[in-house]
């Protein structure tokens, strides 16, 4: 098994050498990495923090692969991750011995604009119906049930990053990739502020990062979430959460968690790499919250964070290799990262490994940026 390296501790460049370095230890780099493994590859992570430490760390984890405002061309491939969810979770559970609470109980929406979901088994339901199913729902006179379901990204990143280091992951930490090396025209490694390390491949997963890691082949800019969690107060005796369902209103969504806490979020923010909580913006989804569950109340604010969303200029994911050769990107998901990592994973591997990928990517490739 490989071991962890950090390299805030290299002065100079490292002897050793991988079949590819995946640049960010998100949950798309962390995914891909412990695929690759399985091809008997020789994979690295670098990784400017901690792994699953950014947006993964802040991201609600909603798999909404019925939301009606999902762009028709990535429906295929949410369709496909969400349908490998629970076995990419039942694998991993078992792999690490620890739970990502994978919910699916549903999702309760109201949709304002008279769209409808895009899922063929969603059901539209009065208000009795919401009272009866839900009953601390300030309900309004119909929503939609949607199949859809949530995990935890906090613990799904720490049981991809254990699963990546037991299936011999190596790992470099605590100092941001400077610059992709090349030699004879390709991808030959990276550079970081401390040495350089080299690689056949170079797979470029830095999320709101990934823009600035030369050459600049790979668009992207960070988009701003705030969210906030409640827990139930020390004499509340309950064992579960207040509500059963996900709840996506238009000003807000709520996400329960087994252990009893309740997410809001999120605001959509172009504030660059901005990453402050504003208690203004906190307290304005506090009782957007409380507007459509009051019973909220009886909780108390346990923390608030941002988290910085990556985007490309269409706000399609970036997947496939750049202009570069040897160059490859995974990234770009937008508010879309948790839910599509495991297909994203899949069709790198694939890619990566010379075959040919289950989907078509061509909307998605990182050449679709290129002036030429």
Known sequence: MGQSRSAHCSTISTVKSWDIILIGAGVIGLSLARLLRGESLKVAVFERSEPASEATYAAGGMIAHCDPHTPD?????????????????????????????????????????????KCLNGSLLSQA??????????????????????????????????????????????????????????????????????????????????AQISPGVIPSRPVKGQMLCLVPRSDDRRTGPMIRYVVRAPDIYIIPRSDGRILLGATVEEAGFDKRVDTETIQCLYHAGLAVVPALASMRIHDAWAGLRPAAPDNLPVLGETSLRGYYAATGHYRDGIMLAPVTALLMTQILSGREPDGDLKAFSPRRFDPR
């Not at 559970?93 to 769209?115: C, H, K, M, N, Q």
């Not at 011999?168 to 990739?177: A, H, K, L, N, Q």
Request: charged letters at 20%.
């Open 73 to 117: 061309v990535l429906e295929p491939l949410v369709r496909a991750s969400a349908a490998m969810y629970p076995g990419f979770v039942q694998e991993l559970e078992a792999e690490t011995a620890g739970s990502v609470d994978l919910r699916d109980f549903g999702t309760l929406a109201w949709l304002e604009d008279g769209s409808k979901p």
């Open 129 to 210: 119906e919401l009272s009866r199913i839900e009953p601390l729902l300030s309900s309004p006179e119909r929503a939609w049930f949607l199949p859809e379901s949530t995990v935890d990204p906090r613990a799904l990143g720490h049981a991809l990053a254990k699963s990546a280091k037991r299936r011999g992951v190596d790992f470099v930490t605590g100092s941001p990739v400077l610059e992709v090396l090349v030699a004879d025209a390709r991808a030959s490694g990276v550079r970081t502020s401390h040495a350089s390390y080299s690689a056949g491949t170079v797979v470029n997963c830095a999320g709101a990062w990934a």
